[in-house]
């Protein structure tokens, strides 16, 4: 909760509904640092995923924050890796290597109006509904460059918007699920991007298959408005279903 600058120490945790480093309204720099959230239960997912709550690391309450060379792994669910929440709240972080295991564990995770600015990343999740980018209730704005974004759970595309998300020079792949999807007024762009998705059929006969969608949930998570894609240079895969699908929006 105190200015500073960190270099080369180790946050820890496997306590219920815990971070393993927590960041309060302070301005800090951190280099070389280790994050292990190596378990504890969540009590509440929406508390996780609109909030913060048992991420690896969250930022809050106007935090400015700085991160190099950083390796953040989470074990837990509600385990998002690095999360920034609220607005005036800014994380920017490079050069890092993020590894999440558990459901509901994003790899960047930005909510509440906060900003999230990532360059040159390596990042991986494992569980279900665990984007690479993620972003909920709140949205706020997200901007990458370079890095490598992977995905292996289903409900877990490479980027998941309800922000502003914006992403140039990087490689994202969704090995089980939709690469991107937009929801309510909000947008995803892309610019010279290597953008893969792999969604499986499942055993609802009315789900369709995609590989990038656009749509209105109506949960609230989400402003009512268009959303909107755009893409310039770089790749676009579907290895299964649609290329795009739209509705409610």
Known sequence: SEDTTVAGETY??????????????????LSDITINKTG???SNTENGDFYGMNAGLLALNGARVTISGATVTTNAANGNGVFSYGSGT????????????????GG???TGGATMNAT??????EGNSSAAIRSDRGGGDVNVSGGTYVTNGTGSPAIYSTADISVENATLTANNSEAVVVEGKNSV?????????NMQASTDEN?????????QSMSGDADVGQSSFTATGGSILANAGDMFYVTNT
């Not at 800014?90 to 564990?105: A, P």
């Not at 040159?120 to 999740?125: I, N």
């Open 189 to 197: 762009t892309l610019n010279n991007v290597t953008l893969s998705g």
């Open 12 to 29: 820890s945790s496997s306590g219920d509904d815990e971070n393993a480093l927590r960041i309060d309204g302070a301005t800090v720099s």
């Open 120 to 125: 040159d990343l390596d990042v991986q999740t």
């Open 40 to 42: 504890g239960s969540s």
């Open 108 to 110: 960047i995770q930005t």
């Open 207 to 215: 789900e369709n298959v995609q590989n990038i969608m656009l749509y």
């Open 90 to 105: 800014t994380v920017n972080i490079s050069d890092s290597v993020i590894r999440t295991s558990m459901n509901n564990s």
